[in-house]
């Protein structure tokens, strides 16, 4: 029944075109392209500590190492390296955390919107709870239950975050269940679960594709969060939050050990907010016009 | 209708609340960490770490645990802090005045702010003023409050050593006062240095979590005051020969607000939120530092009850917000 959905060609051609979609679509293969190739690129080993060059300016400034490019931190291991090799924690809690929390919400929100009053009602309530939560609290909450971990981390961020998907897709859902096509194929003798992933969910995925693009920027977002707090993957593995928690320390003689991760951090965030405000620019028919 | 929608909502509390209560209990029982390791001296036998464990609860049942602290917590008895083994209801009160007045002065500076920004875009629109404005509410949206946070730091501490990067009063000063609002009563009382010194303390944390906020809050005004512009009294007003200024400021705004009032009131609660990592940054001494203390020693009791007084917080902006929106939305006043 793919020809009920509306045109999807025309629809994904201007998403290309959107130049948000393309700038910030071309950040996020740098990032991925970074964590993939990270053994490449960086000129040591992120965790390879130097005591006798500790807190190296970048090698522009005065004092600076030509071997270390964006100088060194408290152990002296090297900034450029542990920058690269952050990327993929990154890159792996972005796509695996904002995936399951988008399946985990989206079943939730199709069925509490397509199942009935009791079944909507149930959820409602469960998002409410979950919206009177601070959700930063939350997440070190959580993540100090789990203890330290890629898993743990991921496993977090999804509890917190499924619920933007299933609030959206919920409201959604109920406004696709009462359209013509569904009430043809609920006449045709269609079952319930039938409808909802082959009729509904296929009209959803744009919307649900949006959501993901904003929630894996939220991801990156909670996992520094989680790994300033040291909270989050264990030991020393290069975290771009780690690594700002360590610069927080030594700001008043290193400002580069914060300053490089900051930066790294607020372009990710801001590739990820322009790839999904151009998707959803792109998507929108009300915004297109 | 109005006295409706308000008894549903309120019908909603206490149930939520319990939700609240019952996922963090469940929760935190099932830390493999034992608290109470935490807190024995080397060498203390087991009849005294058995004694320590009946005396916080928890050598009973997960089930029989809630009961005692749900009948307590409903008599204003929130347990004992582990770690610092005090009353937590004294603690959490003694620290939530300093996270009220941060939150309260960020809320209070975003909207000022994000409302002059509004106008200002509204009043220069299609011309260069307007697209600076725009750039800087997406800056200041695109970065969340803890980064901010760190950049004024990175600033302040470091570029421009000119405002206090760390706590919520210089210590000489934290003297005579008879309640924990502090920025309140030097004011209220007229102590001006004393204000002036925790004003110089707030402003950089106050920023951070103010800037998000007061992007949302321009976005979204001036968004609806463009739309209000174009309603129909809008242009009669403008037919007759009144200014723009005027048209913005008394025809247009008080319309365009209802929508922004109605996304503030989420927008405060993640404001509130993001206390808790801002306070830690700038090693400010409020409930949300307190409560990532309390997490990294494990105190239940104290975890609890700050995550209780958060959704509390939560739920009645929450509820104030809907009380304000339907005040001044006339379609709903009626009926």
């Given at each position: 029944m793919a020809d009920l959905t509306t045109p999807a060609l025309p629809r994904r051609r201007r998403a290309a075109l959107n130049p948000r979609v393309a700038i910030g679509g071309a950040g996020l293969l740098l990032l991925l392209g970074c964590a993939v190739l990270a053994p490449l690129l960086?000129?040591?080993?992120?965790?390879?500590?130097?005591l006798f060059s500790t807190?190296?300016?970048?090698?522009?400034?005065?004092?600076?190492?030509?071997?270390f490019p964006l100088g060194t931190d408290g152990l002296g291991r090297d900034v450029l390296s542990r920058l690269i090799y952050s990327t993929r924690v990154t890159v792996v809690v972005a796509l695996v955390a904002a995936t399951l929390a988008g399946m985990i919400g989206s079943l939730l929100g199709l069925v509490a919107g397509y199942a009935g009053r009791a079944a909507d009602q149930a959820l409602s309530r469960l998002i409410d709870v979950w919206m009177a939560f601070p959700p930063v609290l939350l997440s070190i909450v959580l993540a100090a239950v789990l203890g330290a971990g890629l898993g743990s981390v991921i496993a977090a961020i999804v509890v917190i975050d499924w619920t933007r998907f299933a609030r959206v897709v919920r409201a959604e859902t109920m406004v696709q269940a009462r359209m013509d096509y569904v009430t043809v194929a609920r006449s045709l003798g269609l079952p319930g679960p039938a409808i909802l992933m082959r009729e509904i969910l296929p009209n959803l995925l744009p919307l649900i594709l949006t959501l993901l693009a904003v929630e894996m920027g939220i991801a990156v977002i909670v996992e520094a969060i989680l790994s300033f707090v040291g909270?989050?993957?264990?030991?020393?593995?290069?975290?771009w939050g780690g690594m700002i928690a360590e610069g927080r320390q030594v700001i008043r003689q290193a400002w580069w050990v914060l300053a490089f991760p900051m930066g790294c951090l607020v372009l990710t965030i801001f590739a990820f907010t322009l790839f999904g405000d151009g998707l959803r620019a792109a998507i929108d028919p009300v915004r297109r016009r | 209708m109005i006295r409706g929608m308000l008894l549903s909502r309120l019908m909603l509390v206490l149930p939520t609340l319990f939700g609240v209560a019952v996922v963090v209990f469940v929760l935190l029982r099932?830390?493999?960490?034992?608290?109470?390791a935490m807190m024995i001296p080397p060498g203390a036998s087991a009849a005294d770490i058995d004694r320590l464990r009946a005396l916080y609860g928890l050598d009973r049942s997960i089930a029989a645990q809630f009961g005692l602290w749900l009948s307590g917590v409903a008599g204003g008895d929130f347990g004992r802090s582990i770690?610092?083994?005090?009353d937590v209801l004294g603690l959490v009160l003694g620290r939530l005045p300093a996270t009220l007045e941060l939150a309260g002065l960020a809320a209070l500076a975003a909207v000022a702010a994000g409302a002059a920004l509004a106008l200002a875009g509204a009043y220069l629109r299609s011309t260069p003023g307007e697209w600076l404005i725009d750039a800087v509410v997406a800056v200041a949206l695109g970065i969340p409050d803890f980064l901010w946070g760190l950049l004024f730091i990175l600033v302040f501490a470091v570029?421009?050593?000119?405002?206090?990067?760390?706590?919520?009063?210089?210590p000489g000063m934290?003297?005579?006062?008879?309640?924990?609002f502090y920025l309140i009563e030097s004011i209220a009382t007229g102590r001006w240095t004393v204000a002036g010194g925790l004003l110089r303390h707030a402003v950089l944390p106050a920023a951070a979590l103010a800037l998000p906020f007061a992007a949302i809050v321009a976005r979204v005004l001036k968004a609806s005051l463009a739309e209000t512009e174009q309603q129909d009294y809008a242009l009669m007003a403008r037919a007759r020969g009144f200014t723009r200024r005027r048209i913005l400021l008394v025809e247009a705004l008080p319309n365009a607000a209802i929508p922004t009032v109605a996304l503030a009131g989420v927008q405060v609660t993640f404001l509130l939120g993001g206390t808790v990592l801002v306070e830690r940054i700038f090693s400010y001494e409020g409930i949300g530092n307190m409560a990532i203390d309390a997490v990294i020693n494990r105190d239940l009791p104290l975890i609890q009850g700050l995550v209780l007084t958060f959704a509390l917080l939560f739920i009645a902006l929450n509820l104030v917000v809907d009380i304000v929106v339907a005040l001044l939305n006339p379609r709903l006043r009626r009926g």
């Open positions: 960086a000129p040591h080993d992120p965790l390879e500590q130097d807190l190296l300016p970048p090698s522009w400034l005065a004092g600076g190492d030509p071997a909270l989050s993957v264990a030991g020393d593995t290069a975290t | 099932v830390v493999p960490g034992d608290p109470i770690s610092l083994r005090q570029l421009a050593p000119v405002l206090p990067v760390s706590g919520r009063i210089d934290a003297t005579g006062f008879s309640t924990n």
